[in-house]
């Protein structure tokens, strides 16, 4: 070859690789999150990746993936397809070995984007979601501030130019903005659940404040909060009872107040966090963080009897472990419980090293539920602080720490279930200790800390049994000997003690001779050891005794809590080999999952480590999971779409962008202020736009994901009873306190073993908002389930809207609804003044906040028409429809309740 | 003309198939855009009505998702009524006759049935548990059926038995999804809901798919069981009790005439339709048929619901008494309920956990008892249905959500009071008879102690693949699109049980 011909032939090879860069553009980096994991995920994960391993070969994690597999090959050689298993497996002619096994084989398209991953390199990478949350950049504001629909007066924030960014792309363009009144309902109703108020509507549409200063005075309301704490509920799996088969009451809703009042005070989600999940081990927890830990005390306990205490206990760490990553994570944790994840990086034993940091607390599925926090009354207040006062002042700080403690929610101490080796004697129910005359258990390794008193909580219907505990067994030393006589109920009585250090195990024996055969002597719950008040000649003594004595007997508010076992109670946690915990595998310590990162050495390794590490900026997830649901509640859908999971089988964000600017935002500008960032949203040019949908822009965007509408959607079973209710001025505006049972159809709960009913409340509590409405999980009041309510069994992420005749019959029909209608028809009738075309144009403005249109007005002209001459020539119908009333009262009552079913009414405008 | 008709049917059912709820709703939206609504209300020749107003060719569904379909081909079965015994029976005590696992009785169970295995509650080595009752052979079939069933032993010809039906979940509520959902996860359709999505229902008045409980108690799995998951959710099932409103507040307020009601309506319809026009949102349309479908239900349910006026040897043969909540009441429900035409009849009768953790929850006392329950109404719904012709077009299913262990439960460890089994997936019975069902059938053998399919096995996937195949669907074609892809009842599973189809 001369040197003419090798230029010829290089040109020739330059120009051709010219050409080819032309005609194809440099080649893209192919990315593994979006490109290639989807294609692994479809095809062969299922084979290769968590629970199956076919041929040795994983995909799931790097270091598998790259593995040397049973062949002895690896199925990846980075930057060599034609060498790489993989492919050659995924073209081969022979079906045998061609994958996936005996199915379809992959498009063309993906085996050339896996082959061109290859040769680049076999990058792997992270799902977006675990990405750090980085401030994107705000599109640029001149080009797209050029596209509005004509509505050049409009203030566009960030929000907007990333929604128009989007418009843009797809071709569509942004609705007009909503008209102001109706505009006014919907963030009222997205803010705080109900209408907006009389003064507000008339403030705003006089000019007097604008949409801006009207939404921060819907942010100042406390309906705020009642509204927000319904939407938090649902992930707390907030219920007034305690699930399983007997499903009997519990005090939940001193933590259902805390939610309604944080959200009120704004509390920073960071802060909310941290309370809600470790508030029991921050310093000195004050009564409101101690209340907050009740979030995870909402898991379901068994009262069943035979069921196993500790199966329960177990079922209500693991619980408590799912609902923490469907909340804080958007991570499904449920399928590692058994095994590796089959789809995201989470390894089986990362389940349990999470479970670690939630296996410590005291609560262990008892019947009485404690640990229970105790709300005192102002009086009781007074004893408390005397006695630990006394005992500051006798024993020292310390001793003072733990009987306040003791006061506060009764730890530490030991539930009766734990008792062994019976003879004559039973765990009753298998809940409490039963020992008959002659009777004897054992408690093992207990440590009394030195205590010389003995704490023994029981009841009984017999006088004059003697109760002896010893060390270790019948013939052992004597710790305790003491008589107990017939109780009014359950009662603390506090026992002297020998002092003795280290875990023993002590015997418990009794003896009546008036006890029948096989009956017990008493029905012990638990004991504790607490040193007895000091200072005995001193004076004062006397009033601080017979203080700490009335205080044993609190019967009050008590609130189940989180408290972490003191060092000697501590707890192992071992994996349970396939999730089956009677399966234990090797121990495990408190551990973040690796794929996540963002642990910091300086955080405990406990439930307040755990609650600092998702509240850190490092941690991409928190964040992303607020701010996708906040604008899920807004917009009614998020943006991902799945909201209980942002792993690899999730939708992708249909704005990445946009969702990270919210993160970035929430986290930094906002100090995680939740009204900071609701503010921001419904103040957007996208949140005001006009809910009108044309055929076109039907057709182009069905669910209105790119936002060129406002959102509108069905409001929830609450907020269609609460506004019912509102409109009709029915509404109580009383705030807090145990739950209330408006009526409800006879015959709804239906619970075996479980001797309660639903006793109809009285007065103003039958029409308060829906929040405070009795929740019982096995039953829940019907009307909001039909509404697609939740039964709070588990975390819920997001209520499906559905549509059925069983929810006209509802507000048609439902005493609460007639009840209102009738209210607002006479209230209507009443404004009227005896003209009903008065009455029906100012209630529909009233109720719909628009102006009644005439084809409305004369189809509601008619029923009422229709309606008053029947109630007028049938005044039997009258008296049973509407005792009392005129019969034009009855027929704008008839007016009321149509218009109470109108699309309208029951839908966000 | 006829051949147009039949053109548009199918092109409406390849249209529900294809397309998502908004598509379908959309399609509306342009269609009936154009309608006056008011008309149509209460009408009872839409399609009629129609082509009058438009001159468009419209099939009933593209305006009430209920509307009846053929189906894509002739199905044997119109109708299903499927009775769920809820905790599952015992398949050892009612129809998988065992004589060596009597020879067993009390002993320790073999290693080899427990290696690698989790039950729910046994622990350790079990004890092997006799079977509880007697057995004989029965009919022209030979069927063994226990004295547990003496009224069902008379009809077992009518009946083909899947003796090897295996699940893979443990748990009652994971158990009764999978079984009615095709999935142990919420969010799937139940098996009625896709037959109603298919078919739609004969009987606008009434609802298509109809779920009546009994026992006290509704399923562990709740609502879900019966749930639509991802498909509209009309065509979830609507639960009607036989006490009390039979549908909560189906009943008017007093002094409000039926009359009156229908102004009621008429009057929050009309407005819906000018919001329509106005807003667009399809949403609206579905709202407007959902006040519609509430106005007959409260004519028509009440009707159905009463079985009062039902004459005495019927009540004879089931056993009924009205005003009760039973499950013989619900099998005569179930009964005028096809007959209606409504498509599916779910009964879930509570109260088969027979754990021996107590007297009610005992294999020989408890399970005896809920037997007496069943027996004689499960037979009369047989009868009954044939007496009146209906059963060659019902098909009727029986069974539960899985089996139970032919070990005594040792919960904890510990022996127990009463006689009790275990949870089991491995093997259990249900049955099938009526439309398209091969009469006197068995499928499926058992090792000697009833512990696993040695041959002839049925998966969840299969009973559901053939209980469509009865409906007239190939359930590998029958599918909707969700989250991007097509979902399937059977999901990538199921083979037909030729041997039970007639």
């Not at chain 2, 004295?147 to 009518?158: M, Q, R, S």
């Amino acid at each position: 070859m001369n040197r003419n011909q090798l230029v010829l032939l290089l040109s020739l090879l330059v120009g051709i690789s010219l050409i080819g860069f032309f005609l194809f553009g440099p080649e893209k980096e192919v990315d593994y999150s979006t490109q290639i994991k989807p294609i692994l995920n479809k095809h062969c994960i299922t084979c290769h990746g968590g629970v199956k391993k076919n041929g040795g070969f994983s995909i799931l994690f790097e270091k598998e993936a790259f593995a040397i597999n049973e062949s002895g090959l690896p199925a990846i050689v980075p930057g060599s397809p034609n060498s790489s298993e993989l492919i050659k497996r995924l073209t081969h002619s022979d079906p045998e070995l061609r994958m996936p096994y005996q199915k379809a084989a992959l498009s063309d398209e993906e085996i050339d984007l896996l082959k061109t991953w290859i040769r680049q390199g076999a990058k792997w990478g992270k799902h977006w979601a675990y990405k750090p949350v980085k401030k994107p950049e705000i599109p640029t504001q001149t080009q797209i501030a050029g596209m509005g629909s004509g509505d050049s007066e409009v203030k566009l924030s960030p929000i907007d130019y990333f929604i128009r960014e989007k418009l843009e792309e797809k071709g569509l363009k942004p609705s007009a903005q909503e008209q102001p009144l109706r505009l006014l309902r919907r963030v009222a109703l997205d803010l705080t659940g109900l209408p907006p108020s009389e003064t507000l509507v008339s403030d705003f549409s006089s000019g007097k404040i604008t949409y801006e200063q009207a939404v921060d005075q819907l942010l100042k309301a406390e309906t705020y909060g009642e509204k927000w704490a319904t939407w938090w509920l649902d992930l707390a799996r907030y219920a007034d009872t305690k699930g399983y088969e007997r499903d009997v009451s519990r005090t939940m809703w001193p933590y259902r107040d805390w939610v309604i009042l944080a959200f009120n005070a704004d509390k920073p989600f960071d802060e909310f966090t941290i309370e809600q999940l470790a508030g029991d081990l921050l310093p000195n927890p004050t009564q409101d963080q101690l209340t907050a830990t009740a979030f995870h005390r909402n898991t379901m306990n068994n009262d069943e009897g035979g069921t196993e205490d500790e199966e329960f206990r177990v079922a209500a760490i693991l619980d408590r472990v799912n609902t923490t990553y469907e909340v804080w994570q958007s991570t499904t944790m449920a399928c590692v419980q058994c095994h590796s994840h089959t789809y995201d990086p989470i390894r089986h034993e990362e389940f349990y090293q999470s479970a670690a940091f939630f296996n410590n607390t005291r609560d262990e599925d008892t019947h009485d539920e404690e640990p229970r926090l105790r709300f005192y009354e102002e009086e009781q207040l007074g004893q408390v602080k005397n006695v630990i006062t006394w005992t500051k002042e006798y024993e020292g700080e310390k001793a003072a720490k733990a009987r306040a403690d003791f006061l506060k929610f009764y730890e530490p101490k030991y539930a009766a279930h734990l008792a062994t080796d019976f003879n004559r004697s039973e765990l009753i129910d298998t809940k409490w200790l039963g020992l008959w005359s002659g009777g004897s258990a054992v408690y093992k390794n207990i440590d009394t800390q030195g205590s010389d008193q003995l704490l023994l909580d029981y009841w009984t219907g017999l006088d004059g049994t003697q109760m002896t505990i010893r060390k270790d067994g019948p013939e052992g030393e004597v710790l305790a000997s003491f008589v107990i006589n017939k109780t009014q109920g359950e009662t603390v009585k506090q026992i002297p003690f020998k002092p003795i250090s280290g875990k023993i195990n002590l015997y418990i024996e009794a003896k009546n001779p008036s006890a029948g055969p096989q009956q017990n002597t008493s029905t012990i719950v638990w004991f504790a050891f607490l040193p007895s008040l000091k200072g005995k000649d001193k004076p004062g003594f006397k009033e601080a005794e017979s203080d700490w004595e009335e205080l044993l007997k609190f019967r009050g508010t008590r609130l189940p809590i989180l408290i972490e076992n003191p060092t000697y109670m501590a707890r192992k946690t071992h994996v349970f080999e396939r999730g089956n915990w009677m399966v234990l595998g090797q121990e495990v310590n408190p551990k973040t999952p690796a794929e996540f990162g963002g642990w910091r050495e300086e955080w405990p390794k406990n439930r307040l480590g755990f609650a600092y590490w998702l509240t850190s900026a490092e941690n991409p997830l928190t964040a992303r999971t607020l701010v996708n649901r906040i604008w899920d509640q807004l917009f009614g859908r998020g943006i991902v779409r799945t909201l209980e999971d942002m792993g690899s089988q999730s939708d992708p964000p249909s704005h990445p962008e946009l969702l990270d600017y919210l993160a970035w935002k929430t986290m930094n500008d906002y100090a995680w202020s939740i009204k900071a960032l609701i503010r921001e949203i419904v103040t957007t040019a996208t949140y005001k736009q006009s809910s009108i949908l044309s055929p076109e822009v039907f057709e182009k965007d069905p669910e209105n994901q790119w936002y060129s509408r406002g959102p509108r959607f069905r409001l929830s079973a609450e907020q269609v009873r609460d506004q019912a209710l509102a409109v009709s001025g029915l509404l109580s505006e009383k705030m807090y306190g145990p739950s209330v049972k408006p009526h409800q159809p006879e015959g709804i709960w239906q619970t075996v073993y479980n001797g309660e009913s639903w006793t109809e409340s009285e007065g103003e509590d039958k029409y308060r908002r829906g929040i405070y409405t009795f929740l019982k999980r096995t039953s829940p009041y019907p009307s909001f389930i039909t509404f697609d309510a939740a039964s709070r069994e588990v975390c819920l992420s997001k209520r499906l809207v559905t549509n059925t005749p069983l929810q006209a019959l509802v507000t048609l029909n439902d005493p609460v609804y007639l009840e209102a209608a009738k209210n607002l028809g006479k209230n209507a009738w009443a404004k009227g003044a005896g003209n009903p075309e008065k009455a029906i144009s100012s209630t529909y403005q009233q109720v719909i906040f628009s102006p009644i249109s005439e084809g409305k007005k004369k189809t509601l002209m008619d029923l009422f028409a229709s309606a008053k001459v029947e109630f007028t020539t049938n005044p039997a119908a009258l008296a049973d429809f509407f005792p009392g009333a005129k019969p034009e009262e009855a027929a704008m009552a008839v007016v009321a309740n149509a218009m109470m079913n109108f699309d309208e009414f029951l839908t966000k405008p | 003309m006829k051949h147009l008709e039949k053109l548009l049917a199918e092109l409406a059912v390849q249209k529900l198939q294809n397309q998502t709820r908004r598509h379908f709703l959309m399609d509306c939206v342009s269609k009936v855009g154009v309608l006056a609504m008011a008309p149509l209300l209460f009408g009872c020749e839409p399609e009629h009505l129609i082509k009058k107003s438009t001159g468009l060719n419209l099939s009933e569904r593209d305006l009430n998702p209920l509307a009846p379909l053929p189906p894509p081909f002739v199905g044997k079965a119109k109708s299903i009524i499927y009775l769920h015994m809820a905790g599952a029976p015992s398949q050892l005590e009612l129809f998988d006759y065992k004589p060596e696992l009597a020879r067993y009785h009390d002993k320790d169970c073999p290693e080899s049935l427990l290696e690698g295995r989790k039950f729910a509650f046994i622990r350790g080595v079990p004890k092997m548990l006799g079977p509880q009752a007697q057995f004989a052979q029965h009919g022209q079939s030979g069927a063994w059926v226990s004295d547990y069933l003496p009224h069902f032993a008379k009809v077992t010809d009518e009946v083909a038995f899947l003796k090897a039906v295996h699940t893979d979940q443990f748990n009652h509520g994971p158990a009764q999804l999978f079984m009615q959902t095709g999935s142990p996860r919420l969010g799937r359709p139940s098996l009625g809901s896709w037959v109603t999505y298919g078919l739609g229902t004969e009987n606008q008045n009434l609802p298509g798919f109809v779920v009546l409980t009994s026992g006290g108690k509704t399923p562990d799995a709740g609502k879900s069981v019966w749930g639509s998951g991802f498909l509209p959710s009309v065509y979830q099932g609507v639960q009607c009790r036989s006490k009390g409103d039979p549908v909560l507040y189906l009943e008017d307020p007093t002094g409000m005439s039926r009359d009156l009601k229908k102004n009621v309506i008429s009057a929050i319809n009309q407005v819906n339709q000018e919001d329509f026009e106005t807003f667009g949102d399809p949403e609206i349309l579905a709202r407007i048929n959902q006040y519609e479908m509430a106005y007959r239900m409260q004519i028509e349910v009440p009707e159905v619901m009463n079985i009062n006026d039902e004459p005495e040897h019927i009540h004879e043969l089931y056993g009924t008494k009205p005003g009760e909540e039973s499950f013989a009441n619900n099998c005569l429900l179930a009964r005028k309920l096809v007959e209606k035409g409504v498509r599916v009849v779910q009964l879930y009768d509570w109260g088969w956990d027979t754990h021996g953790t107590d007297h009610d929850g005992s294999i020989d006392k408890g399970l005896r008892n809920k037997c007496r329950e069943i027996d004689r109404p499960m037979s009369a719904l047989l009868l009954d249905l044939k007496q009146r012709g209906l059963l060659e077009e019902t098909l009727v299913v029986w069974g539960g959500e899985f089996g139970r262990t032919p070990m005594q439960e040792n919960r904890e460890g510990k022996v127990q009071s009463f006689m009790g089994r275990d949870h089991h997936v491995d093997a259990f019975t249900m049955w099938m008879a009526g439309g398209g069902v091969k009469k006197g059938a068995s499928y499926g053998i058992t090792d000697d102690f009833g512990f696993s399919g040695v041959d002839e096995r049925v998966s969840v996937h299969d009973l559901h693949a053939t209980i469509l195949q009865l409906m007239g669907f190939n359930h590998e074609k029958f599918t909707y699109d969700f989250q991007g892809r097509p979902f399937r009842l059977t999901d990538v599973h199921g083979e037909l049980i030729h041997a039970v189809l007639a």
